[in-house]
């Protein structure tokens, strides 16, 4: 049951805010949590949440997020492609302290052919604008919030408020993924076919070529099964899909 507040232009953004963290601090349901953030991210004329930590080597991949609910396609390509090292947002990201919209780093600055693609891959997903929280950790993590859509505009108040908000999910969400218990995850059939093939003993570039795709996307579902486990290597993935009865031996 995810919060539903009015729209956001019947109550002041500050007092949206406040309203969400008290409802949320009776939860400890993470998708509760992201229904949610969600709702109040389309409140705001965004689209799509990505949360994610990144590691002190600030290397991006699936394994960091905690929420994404962009399209599933642009999550693959983003990966696949390796664009978290071309991003620009994701570098303003990494080097920032304070939150910031796309434009106010993107707009006036002269961005490298990767860097162009990455935007222009992203807007074919209607992800144009966007507003990014970078969130700093005690040990060096740097962990953010990235919201984007296709022609959000925030206003100071409604900025500080999604700030405020990001910061709350991010940390909650975080919190959870260190030390929630396990809950039943589905695997796409994709994801479960992979698995049995890693089972197998098989390579990605060996299950590539079972399966007709790239070795790239092999690691992309493995990475993102891993993710849903909350495991670190491949096996572990593996012995928590039969656990779960979702891969037979």
Same mark, same amino acid.
């Given at each position: ?7 956001? &232009? ?8 406040? &309203? ?70 994701? &570098? ?116 590539? &070529? ?40």
């Amino acid at each position: 049951m995810a919060l539903r507040s009015a729209p956001a &232009r019947r109550i002041k953004p500050e007092v949206m805010a406040v &309203r969400f963290v008290q409802a949320m601090d009776r939860t400890d349901d993470a998708a509760i949590i992201q229904r949610s953030f969600q709702a109040v991210v389309e409140e705001l004329g965004f689209a799509s949440v990505t949360c994610a930590t990144l590691p002190v080597a600030r290397h991006l991949d699936p394994a960091c997020l905690l929420m994404s609910t962009g399209p599933a396609a642009w999550a693959e390509a983003y990966f696949s492609n390796g664009y978290a090292r071309f991003d620009p947002v994701l &570098r303003e990201i990494v080097h920032s302290r304070c939150a910031f919209t796309w434009p106010d780093v993107l707009e006036g600055r002269t961005l490298s052919r990767r860097e162009r693609d990455v935007l222009s891959h992203a807007a074919r997903f209607g992800l144009v604008r966007g507003f990014a929280v970078p969130i700093a950790e005690a040990g060096g993590n740097v962990g953010f919030v990235n919201v984007a859509g296709a022609g959000a505009c925030l206003d100071g108040r409604r900025r500080s408020a999604l700030t405020l908000v990001s910061i709350y999910v991010y940390h909650k969400l975080r919190a959870l993924a260190a030390g929630g218990k396990a809950s039943r995850q589905r695997l796409s059939p994709r994801e479960a076919e992979i698995l049995h093939w890693i089972a197998e003993g098989k390579s990605d570039w060996q299950i590539g &070529r079972i399966l007709a795709i790239s070795a790239k996307t092999v690691n992309y579902h493995t990475e993102n099964v891993k993710r849903k486990f909350g495991v670190a290597t491949r096996m572990q993935a593996v012995v928590s899909a039969i656990q779960q009865r979702q891969l037979m031996q």
